[in-house]
């Protein structure tokens, strides 16, 4: 055994290698022979020159005649009836060919290829078939060892061992393909005299594309003899297309050299091949090996099929048993996690504050949330620059919404600075806009692969020192240390990331329905309430003008009868019904609000708060006021009367609640830092366009206590008679304006030294 640490492989170029016509090679196997033939009198276009060694017809004397030639009818009619079904109905078909005094008996298969018929004929060896009833015998025994095994690896080595058992070959292994096509050998039952593969690695060049393109098209291969002549087709080129037959899914089809030179270093002379397909790709092989030539008749090759298209079938079932419990863990810390989501109005926070499960869920040492430009990190994670590097790049990496790698730096050098802590990473996109994701890290394991062989040794630089594949010559367990990767993610662990988007994606969607039919309700109420505040206060005015006119006459017409405390009491009902018809008139301008559509314009600010500055001056002409306007205010869009209100109600209660003799007021708008500030101030979002202008005093202040209350209609916190009365109405007015044009307003303030109201308007 050799060992060898910390060995990186190189890296060739074997595309060419890898475009290797292996399925146009214009020869086959000699222990049949094939003919190309032209529907519908079955003209032969082509034969393999091997004809005159198994029926004693030169293959020259052939060409051009027609099945008939040398089948009787009976077998003509009865090619013709099968032409019309199905494929894997009528293989084989029973074929006899007589010439001279000789009888000849072949098992037919048949399939098309381009604009033509491929017959291939395999002599039948042995005398006896497999009926239906030794079939039966033969596979009823490995499917109730297939249906009992309870996870994969027992499957697996159910299937190799039944394999053998059938067809005596003397290895039997299951190679399991990974994500990057070398694969490894699960599972083996072989002479107690041979070396073990289990468990050894083989790199994705044994295998290359085209040859797994082939598998993945055939059930089953089988190379009775790798030291055989190939029998070359004649003529070399199909005459209908002037170019190779395509023998993708002819059974003797020839072997590749470079899979001859790999198998006869390996002291291989017969094998067979039974793919596995999963989701119609493929899984695996069922490599069988034998160190002597081996043939295997059609019959029991059917049979192993069969088997290794029941296995396919079990796959799903038994990988879903692997790791049973660890898979129960999953759902139980996604359950978990999905209620804390649930609380939270914000999914994100759900997250957060279960942040252990977020972890144990795909076993990671470390987490990223990134909503937006912002990122809470958790355990061992890259520093945020990095992650945000990282996801710009992960962004053009995601196939149907997840990326995940277990060797990150070889795809993102960037990587390698922080693969101690991020040598693999999942990531799962749970929205575009706005951009949310969570970035899983696993830090770099150290780990001894196991390989069939050095991996290095297929590569050979011959004498002119070009580079060519050479198949290696030594098998033997080779070691080597991998860096920069860490432990692999598992299928299962995989999908509960994807369970975890889509159930985030189904409480957000139903808390957005939720949302959207009580913001639906709250509209159909709103107008409900606008519409009785406007009838209400409408219908109010007249009796209460009534009230207040025949007060006003019995004052004016009786005083002189009336007692001092009679006029009194009238002067306070004259008073009171003025008072409740501000009250009428407040209600019925703020009900109105909600009616009347938005007249949106461009306008100049500093146009407009000059406008309201001189209305406010014409009342406060003896008051000692310092207006500032610390730098001109934008242009925006809005409507230019109701915003003259906004700012008129908020500078006017700056002024009017002041007792300080030297009064000032402060009229400007935030800088996008301030704004982000702002922004937490309100805790709320506001959109990135608007803008947060802010009207400031040094007045009397407000108590703490009383921020959340004073933006409710009618709500005063002063009695009626001081600071210039008041209905009480203002701010709220303010307030459903500024939310009219898709704003916010809040306030900020000190009791005794002053007040800083905010509010949003768009750009």
């Not at 293959?59 to 005649?65: I, W």
């Not at 004052?555 to 409740?580: F, H, P």
Request: charged fraction near 25%; aromatic fraction near 8%; include cysteine.
């Amino acid at each position: 055994m050799s060992q060898e640490e910390a060995v990186t492989v190189e890296i060739f170029d074997f595309s060419n290698w890898e475009q290797e016509q292996i399925h146009i090679p214009g020869s086959i196997q000699p222990h049949g022979i094939l003919f190309v033939l032209e529907e519908p009198q079955l003209k032969i276009l082509q034969v393999s020159n091997n004809t005159d060694e198994i029926i004693g017809i030169p293959p020259e004397e052939l060409l051009n005649k027609t099945l008939s030639d040398i089948l009787d009818g009976e077998q003509i009619d009865s090619l013709h009836k099968c032409l019309l079904s199905d494929w894997e109905n009528i293989n084989p078909i029973k074929i006899s060919i007589k010439y001279q005094d000789s009888v000849f008996h072949f098992d037919g298969i048949i399939h098309r290829s381009e604009q033509v018929l491929v017959l291939e004929l395999e002599p039948v060896i042995y005398k006896s078939q497999v009926s239906f009833f030794s079939f039966h015998n033969l596979v009823k025994a490995p499917l109730t060892k297939i249906q009992k095994a309870s996870n994969l690896s027992e499957l697996s080595q159910t299937v190799v061992k039944e394999v053998r058992r059938i067809t005596g070959f003397d290895r039997v292994m299951l190679y399991k393909f990974d994500t990057e096509g070398s694969g490894a050998v699960i599972a083996e039952d072989k002479l107690d005299s041979l070396i073990p593969y289990l468990d050894l690695h083989y790199p994705a060049l044994d295998i290359p594309k085209q040859a797994r393109k082939l598998f993945a098209l055939n059930w089953l291969r089988l190379i009775p003899n790798f030291n055989y002549q190939p029998s070359s087709l004649i003529p070399a080129h199909n005459p209908i297309t002037n170019s190779p037959i395509d023998l993708s899914y002819s059974v003797l089809r020839s072997v590749s050299p470079c899979h001859i030179e790999y198998l006869t270093n390996m002291g291989v002379t017969g094998s067979m091949s039974i793919s596995i397909l999963k989701d119609k790709k493929l899984w695996g092989l069922i490599a069988c090996h034998h160190y002597s030539p081996k043939y295997v008749p059609y019959e029991l090759r059917t049979v192993c099929e069969f088997l290794g298209q029941v296995m396919s079938l079990e796959l799903t079932s038994k990988e879903e048993n692997e790791d049973k419990d660890y898979k129960i863990k999953l759902n139980s810390l996604q359950s978990k996690l999905l209620e804390a989501i649930r609380n939270e109005e914000i999914f994100v926070n759900g997250l957060v504050k279960s942040h252990s499960n977020l972890l144990d869920l795909v076993s990671a040492e470390g987490v990223a949330i990134c909503s937006g430009d912002y990122s809470t990190v958790i355990g061992k994670t890259p520093d945020l620059e990095d992650i945000q590097d990282l996801m710009e790049w992960v962004e053009n990496q995601l196939d149907n919404n997840i990326f995940y790698t277990d060797s990150l730096p070889k795809l993102y050098p960037k990587a390698e600075n922080f693969k101690d802590v991020a040598s693999g990473v999942l990531a799962l996109s749970i929205s575009q806009i706005p951009k949310n994701y969570i970035l899983w890290f696993r830090p770099e394991v150290l780990q001894t692969v196991n390989w069939g062989g050095n991996p290095k040794e297929e590569v050979e630089v011959t004498a002119d020192g070009s580079m060519r594949l050479s198949p290696r010559k030594s098998f033997e367990l080779w070691q080597e240390t991998v860096r920069l990767k860490s432990l692999p993610w598992k299928k299962y662990e995989i999908d509960e990331a994807l369970e975890l988007r889509s159930a985030i994606i189904g409480i957000v969607l139903r808390k957005a329905d939720e949302l959207a039919k009580l913001n639906t309700e709250l509209e159909r109420s709103n107008n409900e309430l606008d519409a009785f505040a406007y009838i209400a206060s409408h219908d109010l005015k007249e009796p209460l003008r009534g009230i207040h006119n025949y007060s006003s006459f019995l004052i004016e017409d009786y005083a002189g009868v009336l007692t001092e405390d009679g006029v009194s009491k009238l002067q306070t009902l004259v008073r009171l019904t003025q008072r409740m018809e501000d009250l009428i008139n407040s209600l019925l301008h703020f009900s109105r609000l909600g009616r009347v559509e938005l007249s949106m314009q461009r306008t100049d600010l500093n146009e407009l708060l000059k406008s309201v500055i001189d209305v406010l001056s014409i009342s406060l002409k003896e008051t000692r006021i310092d207006i500032r306007v610390p730098r001109r205010l934008p242009v925006i869009v809005c409507d230019k009367v109701q915003v003259s209100e906004v700012f008129s109600n908020l500078i006017g209660n700056a002024l009017k609640y002041n007792d300080r003799e030297d009064k000032w007021v402060e009229i400007g708008f935030l800088d996008s830092d301030a704004h982000s500030a702002a922004q937490k101030l309100q805790k709320g979002e506001a959109p990135t366009s608007a803008i947060v202008f802010y009207i400031k005093d040094n007045g009397i202040g407000i108590r703490e206590r009383h921020l959340d209350a004073i933006f409710r209609i009618f709500k005063r916190l002063h009695a009626a008679n001081k600071y210039g009365g008041g209905t009480g109405a203002g701010l709220t007015i303010a307030k459903k304006i500024v939310e009219r044009h898709g704003g916010r307003i809040w306030v900020e303030s000190t009791y005794g030294q002053g007040s800083t109201f905010y509010f949003t308007l768009q750009e």
